[in-house]
């Protein structure tokens, strides 16, 4: 029977609905089935014999099925289902299976579900797993399937009862293993082979198959796999490198024929199979240990010297080098170093010579033995260092000799410190050269220091620096060369000495502080002293580099920003970006600091010159950086910050004064950035006293630039309101902006209807520049929020654009709207910003630009100008599905005389004239005839340079259109390569010769 506790009746019916599932794959079935079983209703046992006609029957079909339905709800069933003694039969039941051909590769997908549970897998039922695969499969004859499957499970077999296994079969485990996964060739199955070599060598005894243990993964070295293009397997060519590495260093008992092997391919002439060796052979010294290495440790170090003197191949040097560095670094003690005595005589010889090449060559190999470990560093300097310093003393300072002496001495001092620092365990460093070979080594720094050459004198700086990181004791040596290094910085011919004394700031900062600390300030006082740009760069990026969390960075950001303030003759905008670099490099801790002192310096620079006038970039620079930094600062500390700028900077009498002395607006970035880019739970409220003083600074201010800062505040804040219990105060706030606008615009349309030009003037409109400026950042606001308010804001702005007298201002404020790069009203200043706002406005008021279109050009002018605004926006896919709308009122653009709506307009045809042909073929002569004018007589070098890139971009157009206007292009443009700047010449001959093409 097959139920136990079911009648006669019922377990008829469940094995007609088994045999059911099986022929048929019923899912419903199937699942009944599975409930049964995890009910109760049905045992193990009872399940297959109902099953046994189908598990046995003749046909291959049959077997298959009635296996696979087994499997399928071994997979599916409960784990609690699987009792003690359900288990060993289900184990027993598949592993018989495995070894049918039809019902293997089921049989593994179970048993691998099974190993996979873990718990539920007793250590005997793997023991027997792993029998039954060695004993019912070859593996290597199997299907590729069938033999992933295998290695699946052996490695989900090990992982969970690897101990287990290894108890019970002994030396019995490895042969069987052997014989499983020699000659396999397939990338998917030797990824999983490469994984359970290693497994196997270090938990099972190898006994007389280490040698065999080792070949079957050695035969694969050196890999020579080449993926295929889009692999859906992602195997890669140095992921089975690696692998194959592990292998063969998996056990010290490989030592002898790793090294041997190694060794020996190394000769090859295959450049990269060289790089392989060298690769595992460091690999295989930190696995295998000094006691395994000694015996081969001449051998590799001939053959390491041999490479790098012979090969030519950078790369091949670096992989020889490294691998000779793994290798001696495994020695401990100075008695372990007699296998390769060799080195010190053979550099002390050719130390002694006159070949450059060959002290430099040799001087790889002694930097690479010093950075090894301290015990080789101390031992190589006690027997070269004195040789190195007596040579290059001697050496002609014009002769390559002399450089390559240099180079060695240096790098065996930054392979030293290098050394040490590795070797640090938190205990006193007892690894200092002697007081004779510092001796030396001050004697070497200060002639390279007095050499003319800048390579020589960066030389020494690296030699400096590692120095100090090793704490020698030299403070007195140190402040003669922290003198000549500042003046070294002055100088624009010294570019390497900059960059090595950069390199080493951190150091420095850490071991001497107080020295370092000085050494800043001198620095810091010569910026101003640059004489070119690039000078300037790279004494910043020296100053830069002391920055980030050494303890005087913010001192480095004061000093930096008063020389932006005092508007010194350097270049305000390297210096502004250094200052986002130090920003960068700032731990969160030392954030708050910073952006105190940059509160702090900025209103001290008011003070004290209440004319100070920031450019644009500088500005833009400078928020961007306060910005993006803002947010790694704790809620607590963001709180602080606002709270100090509000209270210096937040009064009405104090932005007054940076408003009325409009030049010194553009320091008001600095409020700006700190309150517009607070998150919304931390945003004051809309009737808070900065809101309310900055609408009376507003109110009593004529100038837009003067008050832009406040607007993108008081903007940034009206955004972020968006409870519900203040919408009525909102919609108050925002009628009370639109207010002067809407009462002006009531006059400017009855003005429109006025005939007399001097009776317009006397009503012209009346509300000032910067109430306009505040109306455009709220327009912004509400638009990149797609509020209530927002079609209210855009008819508006409608309405100027439709009046001859708010026009131009209707533009600036759809401008403001639409404009990109800016720093608060932004999702990155944490403003209520919908997605795709510039896409979905060109789309539902495209038509609204257009409509208004009318036969006065004069009326037309500011209309062109907003499609322009708008066009400009929306990438040009958007655009694209506008295109027959578009394109004839983007030609009529081209008779504006505005050079910010042309140059637009010309890179807008520049991508149109190449996808959109049908349109252009219609306008083609209209097209080249303004483009050849503002080419050759526009004034604004960009607008003359954007027409020929047009006109060159058309040449992708059909050859008949063309062709009629071949001469009068080829004429213009030979007047244009004769332009007087650089640019539009270099444009104009790319341009004449795509033309001269055309046939």
Known sequence: CVCVCVSEGNIEMVKKVTVSAAVDGDAAAKRAIVEAIDDGATTWVDFVEALGPHLTHDQPTYRQKGTELFVDVVVESNPSSLSKDAIPFVIQFLCDRVADYITSNICLRGLLNLSDRGA????????????????????????????????????????NHSTAIANEMKESFVPGFLQQIDGEKDPRCLCLVFE?????????PMGEYIEDMFE?????????FNPPPNDPYGITKEGLKTALSQCMCASPLFAPYCLDMLVDKSTTRVQEAKIDCFNVLSSAAKSFGYVNLQSSLSDIYKRIRNEVFESTDEEVQRAALSALSACVSVTEKSHQLRPIKDLWDEAKHHFCNTDATAVTLQGKIVIASVGANVVVAKTLFKHILAVAVEQFVKAPVDEELFRALAGVVSGMCCAFAAAVERNNDGTPNTSLPSREQLDLLVTFINKCLSD????????????MVSLVSIGAALHSEFENWMNTIISLCHNEDHTLTRQAFARGSAILAKELPEQTKVVVEKLLDTVSHTTSQAELREVLDVIVSFGGNSP?????IEKLLWHIYNEDTVDSLVVANHISGILNDTEQDALYEMLCAIVDVTYKAFERNSEVDLDDSVVQCLSGAVC?????????????????????????KVMGKFVLSSSSASLLWCVSVVVGVLPRTMSPALDSALCKDILSVVSSTDSWNSVEHLCAVYASIYNKTVSDSVKEQKENAFASVCAPILSCLDVAHDNDAKEDEEQQQKDSVCYSDAQLCLFAFVCRAEVIASSSQSKTAIDIVFRMLGCR????????????????G?????REANAVFRLMYKQRFFQEHLKTIVDMQGDCEEANAPLLCALSTVVRSVPKQVLMTQINTVFPLLLSSLELTSSRVLLTTLNTLYVLVQDADGVVVAHVDALVTSCLNHARNHPKMDVRKAALETLGAMTSLETHLLVPHTYTVLKTLGECVDDRKRIVRSTAAKTRSKWFLIE
């Not at 079957?216 to 020579?224: E, H, K, M, R």
């Not at 704790?634 to 209270?647: D, N, P």
């Not at 800016?822 to 932004?826: A, S």
């Open 452 to 463: 003319g050459r800048d390579h020589t004198k960066s030389l020494a700086v690296n030699a």
């Open 196 to 204: 359970l070599v290693p497994f196997v060598a270090k938990v099972f």
């Open 805 to 820: 007298q708010t026009a131009d201002d209707g533009c600036r404020v759809l401008d403001l709207v639409l404009k990109s």
């Open 552 to 556: 005087f960075s913010v001192r480095i």
């Open 822 to 826: 800016m720093v608060l009203l932004t």
């Open 628 to 652: 993006s930094y803002w947010k790694r600062m704790s809620e607590e500390k963001i709180k602080s910050v606002t709270s100090l700028c509000v209270e210096v900077f937040g009064s009405e």
């Open 216 to 224: 079957v993964t050695a035969c694969y070295f050196p890999i020579t």
């Open 120 to 159: 539920f897998l007793a250590s005997e039922n793997s023991v027997q797993i792993v029998k039954a695969l060695f004993q019912s499969l070859y593996v290597q004859a199997q299907p590729q399937t069938t033999r992933q499957l295998v290695f699946q499970l052996m490695l989900s077999l090990l992982n």
